[in-house]
């Protein structure tokens, strides 16, 4: 268990650097980013948000499969390890929020320049806020259609970050599973884009750094379990050759 604890924490730390540095360079969101990169920064974020979050994890789970080469029991063992393990991040996200009720930046932003204070928006329901934002934004010509319309979609609590609980327990998935089978290039490109994922959450205007710092914190505790069970249930993580002559201590 430590030996995992200790990579994944490794792995914790990487996706981390990112919102503290933000952090403490005093960084503030403000619209009026580049639209092309903004609009690059939507498509990363899309990989996460439904339907096509649906459509990442059944993709990375099946590479995971193919890259440990488990048998089928221990495959199904997998299949339930690694659903736990995103969907209770996202059931601990969900009841955070209620409970934090952050606002979003974005929505801190249009009680600045609207006048609508963030209480009173929070208080509507969701088909409310949506509805309130697109009246708000419809002569913003200089903000992209399609951020008014990710605007009008996402109007919940900002504290944790959802898309960044779900990039980050994928990727530190990987460090926990597939850096012991040698999969360096699957972890450095989940790293990235799980980084990617964060990043474009900051500047849409969706999260503070403190909501990434949070999720991925959260996320690193439920990999470190789900790693743990995976190895005790579905055997060594090590290259096949190597198995039976080294291993990991747990």
């Given at each position: 268990?430590?030996?995992?604890?200790?990579?994944?924490?490794?792995?914790?730390?990487?996706?981390?650097?990112?919102?503290?540095?933000?952090?403490?360079?005093?960084?503030?969101?403000?619209?009026?980013?580049?639209?092309?990169?903004?609009?690059?920064?939507?498509?990363?974020?899309?990989?996460?948000?439904?339907?096509?979050?649906?459509?990442?994890?059944l993709v990375l789970f099946f590479w995971f499969l193919w890259c440990l080469r488990f048998r089928l029991k221990a495959a199904l063992v997998l299949f339930l390890?690694?659903?736990?393990?995103?969907?209770?991040?996202?059931?601990?996200?969900?009841?955070?929020?209620?409970?934090?009720?952050?606002?979003?930046?974005?929505?801190?932003?249009?009680?600045?320049?609207?006048?609508?204070?963030?209480?009173?928006?929070?208080?509507?329901?969701?088909?409310?806020?949506?509805?309130?934002?697109?009246?708000?934004?419809?002569?913003?010509?200089?903000?992209?259609?399609?951020?008014?319309?990710?605007?009008?979609?996402?109007?919940?609590?900002?504290?944790?970050?959802?898309?960044?609980?779900?990039?980050?327990?994928?990727?530190?998935?990987?460090?926990?599973?597939?850096?012991?089978?040698?999969?360096?290039?699957?972890?450095?490109?989940?790293?990235?884009?799980?980084?990617?994922?964060?990043?474009?959450?900051?500047?849409?205007?969706?999260?503070?750094?403190?909501?990434?710092?949070?999720?991925?914190?959260?996320?690193?505790?439920?990999?470190?379990?789900?790693?743990?069970?995976?190895?005790?249930?579905?055997?060594?993580?090590?290259?096949?050759?190597?198995?039976?002559?080294?291993?990991?201590?747990?």
């Amino acid at each position: 268990m430590l030996s995992i604890a200790k990579r994944t924490a490794t792995g914790a730390i990487i996706l981390l650097a990112m919102p503290v540095t933000v952090s403490l360079i005093g960084w503030q969101w403000q619209p009026g980013e580049s639209a092309l990169w903004l609009k690059m920064m939507y498509w990363v974020t899309e990989t996460v948000t439904q339907p096509w979050g649906l459509i990442t994890h059944l993709v990375l789970f099946f590479w995971f499969l193919w890259c440990l080469r488990f048998r089928l029991k221990a495959a199904l063992v997998l299949f339930l390890i690694l659903g736990a393990a995103i969907l209770g991040g996202q059931g601990v996200k969900s009841w955070v929020k209620e409970q934090v009720q952050e606002p979003r930046p974005y929505v801190m932003w249009l009680e600045e320049s609207h006048g609508i204070p963030a209480q009173q928006f929070y208080d509507l329901n969701r088909q409310q806020r949506g509805q309130q934002v697109k009246t708000l934004l419809e002569q913003h010509h200089e903000l992209p259609g399609w951020l008014r319309g990710h605007w009008q979609k996402e109007t919940g609590f900002a504290f944790p970050s959802g898309h960044t609980m779900f990039a980050a327990s994928w990727a530190l998935l990987a460090v926990g599973l597939l850096w012991p089978r040698r999969r360096v290039i699957s972890v450095v490109v989940l790293m990235i884009w799980a980084t990617g994922v964060m990043g474009s959450r900051l500047l849409l205007g969706m999260h503070w750094p403190q909501d990434l710092m949070a999720s991925t914190a959260i996320a690193w505790l439920l990999v470190t379990v789900a790693c743990w069970l995976t190895r005790r249930l579905c055997g060594p993580l090590t290259p096949a050759r190597e198995e039976g002559q080294t291993g990991e201590s747990g």
